[in-house]
């Protein structure tokens, strides 16, 4: 089936650093999804793109569709220790009806206050 | 917050035994989706429903079956749980807005098959 490929798996960064991962595949994805997860919690919607291209910002988050339609990256800046968790991407194919998404294995956020 | 609950949050059974799994959503959404999250996996979507009566199966299917009687309600069964069933599962209901549809997620509710 089709795959997303996470990176990092993890990251280690002092509070009030900029954080920067990113998603890639092989397929083609009409939308691309960043999630955040807590521990105990569901995955929590942060940023959706819809367009090839498209740069979205939601406070201090940014995301960007890539142009190939094959990637993605979710930018942090500022890191706080509220933005600890585990952070999702997820691409989605086709337009209609049911929407199926494919997930990336997630990247851990730990900051050292 | 999504209206969406799930139940039971914890459950604990054993290997053989039939287990389901229910979702409850208040936001009267068309499309509904059961997902399991283990370590290195990510979330795998196992089967969705695109209406009452209408599902259809995901990418990791084998072993489950699911039913939706009603808009608010999305079950999941597991006819013979077995250990390799030992998972997170979410819930999550999604709504299009235009061209724009977004998921979300239920609190998840943690299986322990022994």
């Known amino acids: 089936g089709q795959q997303l490929n996470q990176s990092p798996q993890s990251m280690f960064i002092q509070e009030g650093e900029d954080v920067s991962m990113n998603c890639t595949s092989s397929s083609i994805f009409n939308t691309w999804l960043w999630y955040k997860q807590d521990p105990g919690e569901g995955p929590v919607l942060l940023i959706a793109?819809?367009?090839?291209?498209e740069l979205t910002s939601n406070g201090r988050l940014t995301a960007q569709f890539g142009i190939t339609r094959k990637d993605s990256f979710l930018n942090i800046s500022a890191s706080i220790p509220s933005d600890v968790g585990i952070y999702f991407c997820a691409g989605q194919v086709g337009i209609q009806g049911a929407q199926k998404l494919v997930f990336g294995q997630g990247t851990r956020l730990t900051i050292n206050p | 917050d999504a209206g969406i609950t799930q139940s039971p949050r914890h459950k604990v059974t054993e290997t053989g035994t039939p287990v389901t799994l229910r979702c409850h959503q208040t936001e009267n959404h068309r499309y509904m989706y059961w997902y399991r999250q283990d370590p290195g996996h990510g979330l795998r979507l196992i089967h969705y429903?695109?209406?009452?009566?209408?599902?259809d199966k995901g990418e990791v299917s084998d072993g489950y079956s699911v039913s939706r009687s009603k808009t608010e309600d999305f079950l999941l069964t597991l006819e013979s749980a077995t250990s390799s069933q030992t998972s997170v599962y979410f819930c999550a209901i999604s709504g299009r807005t235009g061209l724009k549809v977004e998921q979300f997620f239920g609190p998840g509710t943690r299986l322990t098959v022994l």
């Open positions: 793109l819809y367009k090839a291209g």
């Open positions: 429903s695109y209406g009452v009566k209408d599902t």
